[in-house]
């Protein structure tokens, strides 16, 4: 298994333009989320789905948009970049959702916007 | 909602010695509690968890307690060698529906050989 996978790994954008983070997993996992974390800051959770056709916000969701059409991807929308969204997005899956247990974490995409 | 603090930001023990980290939370419908560790570039990986009905877990050198009335739970490292050197994030959670993690802000260990 590849487990959770990202691309790309690095990025630069310009303020105003737009981009898809994109994260797929292939354990058949149902629960999806998507982090932020800034630099020496904790993660924070910026969208979260569990299961095809569902998503939710999470902590920080002004600026992204989500889509869960398939079971193994969850992209992430960026529109209008700024320089604030500027941080290493990581996407994570878990097997029970609420029921515990280990997320299991993608190895990141390190976003600079400028 | 949730807010997680963890203290300290930053530790520095001698290889051999004991680490302890210690997170509050403010929640008290929160009931599960990982550590995850993150290496320099890396991803974070879980280490240990623990649920509100239990009091104390450990695994090997690693051990979680955890004080509901106090709210606060706290990482245990015993005989730290220096492949433990990395940022550990503790995070607290409902169990009910995902799993929506609130991070606390990581403590960076660092073991001096």
């Known amino acids: 298994n590849a487990g959770v996978t990202q691309t790309p790994k690095f990025r630069i954008l310009k303020i105003g333009q737009s981009m898809t983070l994109q994260c797929a997993q292939d354990?058949?996992?149902?629960?999806m989320y998507w982090y932020r974390q800034d630099p020496g800051m904790g993660l924070k959770l910026i969208y979260y789905?569990?299961?095809?056709?569902i998503t939710d916000k999470g902590e920080v969701p002004n600026g992204y948009n989500v889509s869960r059409s398939t079971t193994e991807d969850f992209p992430l929308r960026l529109e209008l970049a700024a320089p604030s969204q500027t941080s290493v997005y990581f996407c994570?899956?878990?097997?029970w959702g609420g029921g515990g247990g280990e997320q299991y974490f993608g190895p990141g995409t390190r976003l600079t916007v400028t | 909602g949730e807010n997680v603090e963890q203290h300290p930001s930053t530790l520095s023990v001698q290889e051999g010695d004991s680490a302890v980290i210690k997170c509050t939370y403010s929640?008290?419908?929160?009931?599960?509690f990982p550590w995850y560790k993150q290496e320099l570039g890396k991803r974070p990986q879980l280490i240990i968890d623990?649920?509100?009905?239990?009091g104390e877990k450990k695994d090997q050198r690693i051990a979680v307690t955890l004080n509901k009335t106090a709210k606060h739970f706290s990482l245990h490292i015993t005989e730290t060698q220096p492949e433990d050197s990395a940022v550990y994030f503790c995070?607290?959670?409902?169990?009910?529906?995902?799993?929506?993690?609130?991070f606390g802000q990581g403590t960076r260990l660092t073991i001096n050989p």
């Open positions: 623990i649920r509100s009905n239990v």
């Open positions: 929640d008290s419908a929160s009931n599960y």
């Open positions: 789905s569990v299961g095809a056709g």
């Open positions: 995070a607290a959670s409902i169990l009910s529906g995902a799993q929506k993690l609130v």
């Open positions: 994570a899956s878990n097997e």
């Open positions: 354990m058949n996992h149902n629960y």
